[in-house]
């Protein structure tokens, strides 16, 4: 019989790479209660409107500015 322990441990997964490290950069710059996405977001779930203009920022470690956008979620 295996406890919940060794079964979470065992279940663990990683994730590495440009792409993570780049969401955790975007999810940071989101303040209380805001959602903020990636252009790349944006256009992958072909969502129109809801957002706040879009803007360009430099993000620590990724060497090309990326164009976010604050979701009006409320």
Not at 52 to 60: F, H, N
């Amino acid at each position: 019989m295996r406890t919940a322990r060794e079964y979470c441990d065992t279940q663990r997964r990683k994730y590495t790479g440009k792409g993570v490290h780049e969401a955790a950069r975007i999810g940071a710059l989101a303040a209380g209660g805001e959602i903020t996405v990636s252009e790349q977001t944006i256009r992958a779930t072909q969502r129109r409107g809801g957002g706040a203009d879009p803007r360009t920022v430099a993000l620590k470690g990724i060497s090309e500015p990326v164009t976010v956008y604050t979701l009006l979620w409320r």
